[in-house]
């Protein structure tokens, strides 16, 4: 039974990995507000409605279920299909997971509970479908005690939102460099003074940041305004409805990132991308998947084609405004098993966290036993710089099978890739020194060129 890294803040309720799946041990306390929760129409509907984790007790062999520690109860959860995290989520996620957590807040006010944290980090994906997946963060309601988790939610909800939403910055980048999020006086940094006119700058940043400067009195005013996060139910209830409603307006475009006009400005004609397309299909149809991630997925085309042949796909690109416009499609014509993440292959997401274990890289958080690298290698290869044999070796280290894309030296965008870099500095990168590379780390089943004549399609197998 091994202990979650990203658990062990909470004394009253810790996550355990183990044969009988995702465990949960409660304290006594922790045991009195599972059943003051368990009781309510909050956790049926919720349930139901696939937005909070299904829950069970799962201690009826004794109090401790084959846990190390002697617990009060021990609660079963089921298992999301693929971690991720907040600063690998596109604005739309972000924004949703905020509201799911604000829509959870007012209910459980209603039956007498509340939430004593706001992180993003309690609400993971079933493709693109949010899901709450920290029942111990539901708590017994102590009258005129605050909303502890308002700083919380503002911090890491809030501010990365308004910083997109407001200043066109991204916030990913500030939540992977911090899992506590944007303190009041960062986000006041960046918002200028016509900021403050906008919707919750004044009240949720300038005010806050104003109790946030260590060493110099706050006037009495600061500390009246700030009481809305508040000290009461009421209070609470209505800074919520007010937090609700500054959310649902906060709207990002993304427009003009580097590969968000991808589809109209694809260097390949339509031939080729029907060829690809087959290619994949042919591949993705040999067998039933668990686990398929589809790199530099852009619109999400080749990760819908594997979708119907897998249990989970993860489709993942470095640009944000891309995996935006993949979200919102998702969610309007939904494929379940497909998760849209926005991350740099190249400088993926590291362990974080206490001892760097409280977020875990990418590759061990579920490893694909089928991996689409289409329209990639390239970019890997000619803009990062890292080498061929180094992306292969990667793959075979995955332990996947692999379809994957190589555009040669002729290809438009190779072309417009090399023209940017010194002569000879990319003099390895050729069609027999990959396929060399690939076939020594890999079987290749099946190889087809594109009717462009410019780009390679592999289908490889791993040696055992």
Same mark, same amino acid.
């Given at each position: 039974?091994?202990?979650?890294?990203?658990?062990?803040?909470?004394?009253?309720?810790?996550?355990?990995?183990?044969?009988?799946?995702?465990?949960?041990?409660?304290?006594?306390?922790?045991?009195?507000?599972?059943?003051?929760?368990?009781?309510?129409?909050?956790?049926?509907?919720?349930?139901?409605?696939?937005?909070?984790?299904?829950?069970?007790?799962?201690?009826?062999?004794?109090?401790?279920?084959?846990?190390?520690?002697?617990?009060?109860?021990?609660?079963?959860?089921?298992?999301?299909?693929?971690?991720?995290?907040?600063?690998?989520w596109p604005f739309g996620m972000l924004k949703d997971a905020a509201?799911?957590?604000?829509?959870?807040?007012?209910?459980?006010?209603?039956?007498?509970?509340?939430?004593?944290?706001?992180?993003?980090?309690?609400?993971?994906?079933?493709?693109?479908?949010?899901?709450?997946?920290?029942?111990?963060?539901?708590?017994?309601?102590?009258?005129?005690?605050?909303?502890?988790?308002?700083?919380?939610?503002?911090?890491?909800?809030?501010?990365?939102?308004?910083?997109?939403?407001?200043?066109?910055?991204?916030?990913?980048?500030?939540?992977?460099?911090?899992?506590?999020?944007?303190?009041?006086?960062?986000?006041?940094?960046?918002?200028?003074?016509?900021?403050?006119?906008?919707?919750?700058?004044?009240?949720?940043?300038?005010?806050?940041?104003?109790?946030?400067?260590?060493?110099?009195?706050?006037?009495?005013?600061?500390?009246?305004?700030?009481?809305?996060?508040?000290?009461?139910?009421?209070?609470?209830?209505?800074?919520?409805?007010?937090?609700?409603?500054?959310?649902?307006?906060?709207?990002?475009?993304?427009?003009?990132?580097?590969?968000?006009?991808?589809?109209?400005?694809?260097?390949?004609?339509?031939?080729?991308?029907?060829?690809?397309?087959?290619?994949?299909?042919?591949?993705?149809?040999?067998?039933?998947?668990?686990?398929?991630?589809?790199?530099?997925?852009?619109?999400?085309?080749? =990760?819908? #084609?594997?979708?119907?042949?897998?249990?989970?796909?993860? +489709?993942?690109? !470095?640009? /944000?405004? &891309?995996? *935006?416009?993949?979200?919102?499609?998702?969610?309007?014509?939904?494929?379940?098993?497909?998760?849209?993440?926005?991350?740099?292959?190249?400088?993926?997401?590291?362990?974080?966290?206490?001892?760097?274990?409280?977020?875990?890289?990418?590759?061990?958080?579920?490893?694909?036993?089928?991996?689409?690298?289409?329209?990639?290698?390239?970019?890997?290869?000619?803009? =990062?710089? #890292?080498?061929?044999?180094?992306?292969?070796?990667?793959? +075979?280290?995955? !332990?996947? /099978?692999? &379809?994957? *894309?190589?555009?040669?030296?002729?290809?438009?965008?190779?072309?417009?890739?090399?023209?940017?870099?010194?002569?000879?500095?990319?003099?390895?990168?050729?069609?027999?020194?990959?396929?060399?590379?690939?076939?020594?780390?890999?079987?290749?089943?099946?190889?087809?060129?594109?009717?462009?004549?410019?780009?390679?399609?592999?289908f490889a197998r791993p040696p055992h």
């Amino acid at each position: 039974m091994l202990h979650e890294p990203g658990s062990f803040r909470d004394p009253h309720s810790r996550v355990f990995h183990g044969d009988g799946g995702i465990l949960r041990g409660l304290s006594p306390e922790g045991l009195a507000d599972w059943e003051a929760l368990a009781g309510t129409k909050l956790f049926s509907s919720f349930v139901e409605r696939g937005r909070l984790i299904e829950t069970e007790r799962a201690d009826e062999g004794g109090p401790s279920a084959g846990l190390d520690e002697d617990w009060a109860a021990v609660l079963r959860h089921e298992t999301v299909p693929f971690v991720s995290y907040p600063y690998e989520w596109p604005f739309g996620m972000l924004k949703d997971a905020a509201l799911l957590q604000l829509e959870l807040l007012r209910a459980a006010l209603d039956e007498g509970l509340i939430l004593k944290d706001s992180s993003p980090y309690n609400v993971q994906w079933r493709g693109s479908d949010p899901v709450f997946i920290d029942v111990g963060s539901f708590e017994k309601l102590r009258e005129s005690e605050p909303w502890v988790g308002y700083r919380q939610f503002c911090m890491l909800f809030l501010y990365p939102l308004m910083l997109q939403a407001y200043k066109g910055v991204p916030f990913q980048p500030w939540l992977r460099g911090s899992i506590d999020g944007i303190s009041p006086r960062e986000c006041r940094s960046v918002m200028s003074r016509l900021d403050l006119r906008r919707k919750g700058v004044f009240s949720h940043v300038f005010l806050h940041a104003r109790l946030d400067q260590p060493g110099k009195e706050t006037s009495r005013d600061v500390k009246r305004e700030l009481r809305a996060a508040g000290f009461n139910t009421e209070l609470i209830k209505a800074n919520v409805r007010r937090l609700e409603k500054i959310v649902s307006g906060l709207e990002w475009r993304p427009e003009g990132s580097a590969w968000s006009a991808y589809e109209a400005t694809k260097t390949y004609s339509d031939t080729d991308t029907d060829r690809k397309e087959a290619f994949v299909r042919a591949a993705a149809s040999e067998r039933d998947w668990n686990l398929v991630w589809d790199l530099g997925c852009n619109v999400g085309r080749f =990760a819908r #084609i594997a979708a119907p042949h897998a249990r989970n796909v993860v +489709a993942v690109d !470095g640009d /944000h405004g &891309v995996v *935006e416009l993949l979200y919102r499609s998702l969610k309007v014509e939904p494929a379940a098993s497909i998760l849209p993440l926005t991350l740099n292959l190249a400088d993926p997401s590291p362990g974080l966290g206490w001892r760097g274990q409280e977020r875990r890289p990418l590759e061990e958080r579920g490893r694909p036993d089928l991996t689409l690298c289409l329209a990639l290698l390239h970019h890997l290869v000619l803009s =990062a710089n #890292i080498p061929i044999r180094d992306v292969i070796g990667w793959f +075979a280290d995955l !332990g996947t /099978h692999l &379809v994957i *894309e190589f555009p040669t030296k002729e290809d438009p965008m190779v072309k417009r890739l090399l023209a940017r870099k010194r002569e000879g500095l990319h003099s390895d990168y050729e069609t027999d020194v990959f396929e060399r590379w690939l076939s020594e780390a890999f079987t290749v089943e099946r190889r087809e060129t594109l009717p462009s004549g410019t780009r390679h399609l592999y289908f490889a197998r791993p040696p055992h």
